[in-house]
C-alpha cells in the first residue's frame, strides 16, 4: 500500500508543479489555476500522510510479531504453529504474548504448551462473573502469561483451574476469589513459608515438591492459582527494604479499577490491602534503584525488576507502584516511632513468644506475640512508642518469664530478645 501511495505522490507531484510553472511563466492569465493546484497539492500531502500513518499502524503489529518470531530462531516453526492452530478468537492474544515474551522463551517455548495456556485462560476467563470488569490490557497483562518472573515454567494452569476452580464458584469479585485462594490452597498444597526452601525463585511445582518455599515461591504460587481461575494477578516487591532489612515479594489483584495487595500464604481474612509489612512499604523511595516498589508486567517498559537471586537478569520488566504504598500507611504522630520486636531461641531460631511492653512514665501495657519461622524473615511483631523512651518488656519464654529495659532510639529499630540459657541444677548429695 506504501509503495502504491508513493508512486502516485511522485506523479502528482511532477504534474502540479509543471502546471504551477506553466501557469506562472507562461501563461500570465492563470493565476487562478496556479492558486487551485497549490491547495490541492496541499491537500493531497495532507491525505497520503494521514493514509501512511493509518497504513503503518496496521503494519506495525506485524513488524513486531515478525521482529520475536525473527529473534526466537530455530524455534520460530514452533511459535508459528501455536499461531495457526490456537482458536481464532484466541490468536490477537497469543500474537501479543508472543511479541511481549521474554528472550529466553521465544527460543524454548512449544506449540503445544501456548495453544494450552490459551485455551485454558480464556475458558477460565470468560466463565467469570468479573470478565466484564477487566479490560483486555490487564486480562494481557495479568492473566493470560504463563509466568510471573524467571521461574522455571511449568506446565501449572490446567491442574490448578481444576484444583481451585470450585473453590471460588461463589466468588463475585476478583478480590474475594483471590481472598478465598490465598486462605485455601497453601493447606491444599502443603507449602509452608521456610528459608531452607531449595531456591528462591521456584516454580510452582518446585515448591509443591518441597513442600516450602521464600515469599517469592508463595508469591508465584498464588498468583498462578488467581490466573488459572481468570484473576487477573501480579508479582509485586522491592529489591531491598529501605531499612536495609533485605528483600520482600507479594501479589496485587486488580478488582473494580484498581491494584490491591496481599501477602502470599499471610491472608487477613477475606480483607486485601492489609498486611505486616504495609508500614515498611510507607517508606518505599520512588525512583530508587533497590529501595522501590515494583510492580512486574509483561508490557514493554523501560524499567525491570531487579532479581536478587539473579542480578545480571534485565528480562522481568516492572513499574514503580512505590507511590501508592507511600500514601497508603496511616502517619505516625509526631515523637512516636515503630519499634520492631524479635525473640531467638537458644539456637539461633525464631520463637514464637508473648511480650509485655511498659513504657517508663505511662499506665497500661502493650502487647504483642513476636513471630517464629513460619513467617517471613522480615515479619516482626510492630508497636507504635515514644521516641527516646525506655520500655521494659517482659518476655514469657517456655522456661519462664524475662524482663529487661530497652532504650527507644530511632523509627524502625529493631530489639532483638535472646532465650536465656537453661539453669543447670546442682545435684543431689
Not at 479490560?135 to 490446567?158: F, G, H, Q, T
Not at 522481568?316 to 531467638?344: H, K, L, N, Q, W
Not at 517456655?398 to 529495659?405: E, F, V
Request: glycine share 6%; net charge negative; with cysteine.
Amino acid at each position: 500500500m506504501l509503495k502504491e501511495q508513493a508512486e502516485f505522490l511522485g506523479f502528482f507531484v511532477v504534474v502540479s508543479k509543471r502546471i504551477i510553472l506553466c501557469g506562472r511563466y507562461w501563461r500570465p492569465g492563470c493565476a487562478d489555476l496556479v492558486d487551485m493546484m497549490q491547495i490541492m497539492f496541499k491537500l493531497i500531502m495532507l491525505i497520503w500522510m494521514l493514509q501512511s500513518a493509518a497504513a503503518y499502524a496496521s503494519t506495525s503489529g506485524a513488524d513486531q510479531l515478525e521482529a520475536s518470531l525473527v529473534r526466537s530462531g530455530y524455534n520460530r516453526v514452533e511459535l508459528e504453529r501455536a499461531l495457526a492452530s490456537v482458536p481464532t478468537g484466541q490468536r490477537a492474544d497469543l500474537v501479543w504474548l508472543i511479541e511481549h515474551m521474554p528472550g529466553a522463551d521465544l527460543v524454548s517455548m512449544n506449540a503445544n504448551a501456548l495453544i494450552e495456556n490459551s485455551i485454558v485462560a480464556h475458558q477460565a476467563f470468560d466463565s467469570a462473573p468479573w470478565r466484564d470488569r477487566v479490560p483486555l490490557e490487564i486480562y494481557r497483562d495479568a492473566v493470560l502469561p504463563y509466568a510471573c518472573i524467571n521461574e522455571k515454567r511449568d506446565d501449572w494452569r490446567r491442574d490448578f483451574n481444576r484444583r481451585f476452580s470450585p473453590l471460588v464458584t461463589e466468588a463475585r469479585s476478583t478480590s474475594e476469589a483471590a481472598a478465598i485462594l490465598n486462605n485455601a490452597i497453601f493447606k491444599e498444597l502443603e507449602v509452608v513459608y521456610s528459608t531452607k526452601r531449595p531456591r528462591a525463585d521456584q516454580s510452582p511445582l518446585e515448591s509443591i515438591e518441597a513442600g516450602m518455599a521464600s515469599c517469592t515461591g508463595l508469591s508465584i504460587l498464588l498468583i498462578d492459582a488467581c490466573r488459572s481461575v481468570g484473576v487477573p494477578a501480579r508479582f509485586v516487591g522491592t529489591p531491598l527494604w529501605s531499612d536495609g532489612s533485605g528483600n520482600h515479594s507479594w501479589v496485587e489483584i486488580y478488582d473494580s479499577g484498581q491494584w490491591h495487595y496481599t501477602g502470599a500464604a499471610e491472608p487477613v481474612g477475606d480483607e486485601l490491602d492489609k498486611a505486616w509489612f504495609a508500614s515498611r512499604a510507607s517508606d518505599a523511595q520512588e525512583g530508587h534503584p533497590s529501595h522501590a516498589i515494583l510492580a512486574v508486567t509483561w508490557r514493554k517498559v523501560p524499567l525491570w525488576f531487579p532479581l536478587p537471586w539473579s542480578p545480571e537478569d534485565q528480562s522481568v520488566r516492572a513499574v514503580d507502584v512505590s507511590g501508592r504504598y507511600a500514601s497508603a500507611d496511616s502517619p505516625i504522630e509526631d515523637g512516636m516511632v515503630r519499634v520492631r520486636f524479635r525473640t531467638i531461641d537458644r539456637k539461633g531460631a525464631r520463637l514464637s513468644v508473648p511480650l509485655h511492653v511498659h513504657v517508663d512514665g505511662e499506665d497500661g501495657v502493650r502487647k504483642g506475640t513476636t513471630r517464629d519461622d513460619r513467617f517471613d524473615t522480615n515479619d516482626h511483631l510492630e508497636m507504635i512508642l515514644p521516641e527516646n523512651s525506655v520500655v521494659k518488656v517482659d518476655a514469657i519464654w517456655p522456661s519462664g518469664m524475662q524482663t529487661a529495659d530497652h532504650l527507644v532510639q530511632q523509627d524502625q529499630q529493631l530489639i532483638t530478645l535472646r532465650e536465656p540459657p537453661m539453669q543447670i541444677r546442682p545435684s543431689d548429695p
